[in-house]
């Protein structure tokens, strides 16, 4: 089908950290509901491979646009290639971040402070920004935005000091954003997830760190179910909005004591 017969059907979706991990899975489930998905990050050739993947599999338009979110100048050629391609943009998950092995805070060098926050909050940041100039701006007006903020929003886990701040902050940027947004039908929502099978939580299984020091195994659900909560959350008139939604495995011990 040519980009243009399908551009009148489709909203525009742009996830960050689209390559792997939840992040494929949201641009799967994005793409299967018609959206076009731009997936962003900074490996290209995993980007590329991800695209045309996704696009087999959905039949959908799937782009590939590589940039490190925690550029500012890169953040805002992605969104000048953005507007350029397709002139709008409905829908941004804030999907993309990293984290370092578990450390004490003492021990924390500023490199891995600074990478973390870069990838988690400041690339965040930077993605809303230039979403919101582009909302403001096209016709019709306005937009969503989803920051993938983790259950570490909320919850800490033993020696996760730069991550768990990090999404504590993703809160306050989702608060602000929501508010900034409202007179300009932008939306903004959260959704905190709890160990989705990924690589990242590859190790749940073979025991983490607990509160109490123990080591002990925990349950991860697939991140399809993930994808789903997102596309839930796209799905709502922009009068409508969800603010804060947690997925999580219903047996990971966040919960109560310990």
Not at 43 to 68: I, N, Q
Not at 199 to 209: P, Q, R, W, Y
């Given at each position: 089908m040519p980009l243009s017969a399908t551009l009148e059907k489709g909203k525009i979706a742009l996830v960050t950290g689209g390559g792997t991990g939840i992040g494929r899975s949201i641009a799967r489930a994005l793409s299967a509901e018609g959206y076009i998905v731009v997936i962003t990050g900074r490996?290209?050739?995993?980007?590329?491979?991800?695209?045309?993947?996704?696009?087999?599999?959905?039949?959908?338009?799937?782009?590939?646009?590589?940039?490190?979110?925690g550029l500012a100048e890169q953040v805002a050629d992605l969104f000048g290639q953005i507007k350029a391609e397709f002139a709008r943009l409905d829908l941004l998950v804030n999907n993309a971040g990293t984290n370092i092995a578990a450390i004490p805070l003492e021990d924390v060098s500023f490199d891995q402070w600074s990478g973390v926050v870069a990838a988690n909050l400041t690339g965040a940041f930077l993605c809303t920004q230039q979403a919101f100039k582009l909302m403001k701006s096209q016709e019709p007006r306005g937009g969503r935005i989803i920051n993938n903020g983790s259950i570490s929003a909320t919850t800490p886990r033993p020696n996760s000091a730069p991550y768990t701040t990090t999404k504590h902050a993703i809160t306050g940027l989702t608060k602000s954003a929501a508010l900034d947004g409202r007179p300009y039908d932008i939306a903004c929502g959260q959704i905190d997830i709890g160990n989705a099978a990924?690589?990242?939580?590859?190790?749940?299984?073979?025991?983490?760190?607990?509160?109490?020091?123990?080591?002990?195994?925990?349950?991860?659900?697939?991140?399809?179910?993930?994808?789903?909560?997102?596309?839930?959350?796209?799905?709502?008139?922009?009068?409508?909005?969800?603010?804060?939604?947690?997925?999580?495995?219903?047996?990971?011990?966040?919960?109560?004591?310990?």
């Open positions: 490996r290209s050739d995993v980007l590329e491979k991800a695209a045309t993947e996704l696009a087999a599999e959905t039949g959908g338009t799937v782009r590939a646009m590589s940039c490190d979110i990924t690589d990242m939580t590859s190790k749940m299984s073979s025991g983490v760190l607990q509160a109490n020091g123990e080591i002990a195994s925990e349950p991860t659900i697939p991140s399809e179910h993930i994808a789903r909560a997102v596309v839930y959350m796209a799905s709502l008139p922009l009068e409508a909005n969800v603010l804060t939604m947690t997925v999580m495995a219903t047996k990971m011990p966040l919960v109560g004591r310990g």
